[in-house]
């Protein structure tokens, strides 16, 4: 079997092909375009796996992406993405470009080359905010509260009317906050982690009560792995841990593991428009394919701040990037 996976670079992208690789004797092809977030060197150990190959391409790119359908992919797995809320905040232009023009062009080649089924890989914020109670299902509607979150909700409506309009076999995931190894640290836990490792302050927006349901990349990238395998076509599939945390238990919980003090925490302007609490019912995947979650979330967060711990280097070469 040939996988076309989008965005391979990037954080939970990186994971998922390691765990192809791990467990199944298919060709990965991995194109991204190593925008900030895309790195190579997240995908180091694999790079002379003859199962494995790379081409630096963007999503948006009709004529070099067709060459490669030629060779008769699969599955095209849309991982590519502008990932990150503030930067939307900041300019949601490219947003636009890679998340909907780019599903699009993707969508198109899909159809063109007839592959066996398209998976887009979304995200529990098409749905908007909720407040204390209840859980978003599929059929939730869409009310995204900021650019990022507009554009994965419209890319998901293209992959819709692709499959009701010209019968293109799809599925659509969508997950909760990842935290795991790979992680570009401009997401809440490896900035965290990496600033008290350097004892700098911890920027917390607001007062820190805003609610995320945190899932341990593994464990998503088994769902997507299942979803891909053996989903329906048509059908989307949310995914979460059950496991809510409001984001100063999140930071209280860095800093405690890393026996940092509190006085590192330091209340900054909340985000624009930021969404209070994301919460989804994954009762779908488990009932219809079998998955659940296998990392407890305090285990899984040793695991990571180990790795983090481990891979200086690796963080660092970021931070150097970023001056
Ligand atoms: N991080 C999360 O918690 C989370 C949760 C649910 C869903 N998602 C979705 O999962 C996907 C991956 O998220 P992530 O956190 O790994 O993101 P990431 O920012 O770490 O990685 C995104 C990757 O896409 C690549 N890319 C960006 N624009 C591209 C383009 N035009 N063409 C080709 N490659 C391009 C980047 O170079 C990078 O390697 C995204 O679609 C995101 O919306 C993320
Ligand atoms: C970066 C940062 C974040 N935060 C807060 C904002 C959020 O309430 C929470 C998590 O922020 P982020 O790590 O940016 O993640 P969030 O905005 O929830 O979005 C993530 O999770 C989404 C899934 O819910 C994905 O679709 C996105 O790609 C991913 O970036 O922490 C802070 O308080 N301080 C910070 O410096």
């Given at each position: 079997?040939?996988?076309l996976?989008?965005g391979?670079a990037g954080?939970i992208g990186?994971?998922f092909?390691h765990?192809?690789?791990e467990?199944?004797d298919d060709?990965?092809?991995?194109i991204d375009k190593l925008?900030?977030?895309?790195?190579?060197d997240?995908?180091?150990?694999?790079?002379t796996?003859?199962?494995?190959e790379?081409r630096e391409?963007?999503?948006?790119?009709r004529?070099?992406?067709?060459?490669?359908?030629?060779r008769g992919i699969d599955?095209?797995?849309?991982?590519?993405?502008?990932s990150?809320v503030?930067?939307?905040?900041?300019?949601?232009?490219?947003?636009?470009?890679t998340?909907i023009?780019g599903?699009?062009?993707l969508?198109?080649?899909?159809?063109?080359f007839?592959?066996?089924k398209f998976?887009q890989?979304?995200?529990?914020?098409?749905?908007g905010?909720?407040?204390?109670?209840?859980?978003f299902?599929?059929?939730s509607?869409?009310?995204?509260?900021?650019?990022y979150?507009a554009s994965?909700a419209s890319a998901?409506?293209?992959v819709?009317?692709?499959?009701?309009t010209?019968?293109?076999?799809?599925?659509?995931?969508r997950?909760?906050?990842?935290?795991g190894?790979y992680?570009?640290?401009?997401?809440l836990?490896?900035?965290?982690i990496?600033?008290?490792?350097?004892?700098?302050?911890?920027?917390l927006?607001?007062?820190?009560?805003?609610?995320r349901?945190?899932?341990?990349?593994?464990?998503?990238c088994k769902?997507?792995?299942?979803?891909m395998?053996?989903?329906?076509s048509?059908e989307?599939?949310?995914?979460?841990a059950d496991?809510?945390?409001?984001n100063i238990?999140?930071t209280?919980?860095i800093l405690?593991?890393l026996?940092?003090t509190?006085?590192l925490i330091k209340?900054?302007?909340d985000?624009?428009?930021?969404?209070?609490?994301?919460?989804v019912?994954?009762?779908?995947?488990?009932?219809?394919?079998?998955w659940e979650?296998?990392f407890?979330f305090?285990n899984?967060m040793?695991k990571t701040?180990?790795?983090?711990l481990?891979?200086k280097?690796?963080w660092?070469?970021?931070i150097?990037?970023?001056?």
């Amino acid at each position: 079997m040939k996988i076309l996976v989008t965005g391979g670079a990037g954080f939970i992208g990186s994971n998922f092909i390691h765990y192809q690789l791990e467990n199944y004797d298919d060709q990965i092809i991995n194109i991204d375009k190593l925008s900030y977030a895309g790195n190579l060197d997240n995908l180091k150990d694999v790079e002379t796996n003859p199962n494995y190959e790379f081409r630096e391409l963007d999503i948006c790119n009709r004529e070099k992406i067709d060459q490669i359908m030629h060779r008769g992919i699969d599955y095209i797995v849309n991982f590519a993405a502008e990932s990150h809320v503030d930067r939307s905040i900041e300019d949601p232009s490219v947003f636009v470009k890679t998340n909907i023009a780019g599903t699009q062009n993707l969508l198109d080649l899909a159809l063109k080359f007839g592959v066996k089924k398209f998976i887009q890989i979304s995200t529990d914020e098409v749905y908007g905010s909720l407040g204390k109670n209840d859980k978003f299902s599929e059929d939730s509607i869409l009310n995204p509260s900021n650019p990022y979150a507009a554009s994965k909700a419209s890319a998901d409506l293209l992959v819709k009317s692709y499959f009701k309009t010209y019968n293109l076999p799809i599925n659509i995931t969508r997950c909760s906050n990842n935290f795991g190894p790979y992680q570009y640290p401009e997401k809440l836990i490896p900035l965290f982690i990496i600033n008290a490792l350097q004892d700098e302050k911890l920027p917390l927006y607001g007062d820190g009560s805003n609610i995320r349901d945190w899932i341990y990349v593994k464990d998503h990238c088994k769902a997507v792995d299942l979803v891909m395998r053996k989903g329906e076509s048509g059908e989307i599939y949310n995914i979460g841990a059950d496991n809510e945390k409001t984001n100063i238990e999140i930071t209280r919980l860095i800093l405690s593991l890393l026996s940092k003090t509190e006085l590192l925490i330091k209340h900054v302007k909340d985000r624009k428009g930021h969404d209070y609490r994301y919460a989804v019912d994954s009762s779908k995947i488990k009932e219809k394919l079998g998955w659940e979650t296998e990392f407890d979330f305090e285990n899984a967060m040793r695991k990571t701040l180990n790795w983090y711990l481990d891979h200086k280097k690796w963080w660092q070469k970021i931070i150097n990037e970023q001056k």
